[in-house]
């Protein structure tokens, strides 16, 4: 009896502790802002506007492994890891930007993002220092998107990217991946861990272009 307690007990813990996550992910009506210029079958060319994220470096060898780590620190700071003890309601995606051997040992380096909501664009909450958070403003710009499905693991990912890359090569935007961006790509991920079906996560890489071009290099003006 004690055993068959016990063992209810931790299924209540435990289902209540998914319904509070997402619950969590339910209420992540906000995303960054953006207006999409060019749309192809595998592609989209999507203008951001400007916006204020919470980014979480960290040093590692697995996307999985990072971005578990990122966000259990971001996760604290919206539940009010903050000097301002704030809570913030989760928002969407999860960013994970990429930067390949720019970590010890030639391992990767990882970026992951938390879009901060509107009320806090301005005057985003300071993180508690052991978080090691940083705010990251982001000027208006371009970026290229690929959908895919399933969950994103250290195994597709890589290949993810080499399609939006192999579509971008046939396109008016072949040669028009930015030189300026530190991170090779970077996954969006807009669901709970919880969710099997009908997952959404794209691949994103920044292109040239600005607001005033629409996203349109000289390349894409003359295509």
């Not at 903050?82 to 809570?87: A, G, H, K, W």
């Not at 720019?102 to 993180?127: E, I, N, R, W």
């Not at 008016?172 to 090779?184: D, F, G, V």
């Amino acid at each position: 009896m004690a055993k068959s307690s016990l063992k209810n007990a931790l299924i209540i813990i435990l289902s209540a502790t998914t319904i509070a996550f997402s619950t969590d992910l339910c209420k992540a009506i906000e995303s960054p802002e953006y207006t999409v210029v060019h749309s192809e079958s595998d592609f989209e060319i999507r203008l951001y506007r400007e916006s204020v994220w919470m980014t979480a470096p960290v040093n590692e060898i697995s996307f999985e492994k990072a971005t578990r780590d990122g966000f259990h620190r971001l996760f604290q700071f919206i539940q009010g890891a903050n000097l301002n003890f704030s809570r913030i309601y989760m928002t969407k995606p999860i960013l994970t930007s990429i930067v390949p051997g720019a970590g010890p040992l030639h391992s990767s380096a990882y970026f992951v993002k938390l879009y901060l909501p509107v009320k806090f664009q301005t005057d985003p909450p300071l993180p508690l220092p052991e978080l090691n958070l940083q705010p990251d403003p982001w000027t208006s710009h371009c970026i290229a998107v690929r959908k895919f499905s399933g969950f994103a693991r250290d195994g597709n990912i890589v290949k993810e990217a080499q399609k939006l890359a192999l579509s971008l090569s046939r396109s008016p935007w072949a040669n028009s991946t930015t030189s300026t961006s530190e991170y090779a790509y970077s996954i969006a991920q807009y669901n709970s861990p919880f969710r099997i079906i009908g997952r959404v996560n794209e691949v994103w890489v920044d292109v040239t272009g600005s607001r005033a071009s629409g996203c349109e290099s000289n390349l894409v003006a003359a295509y």
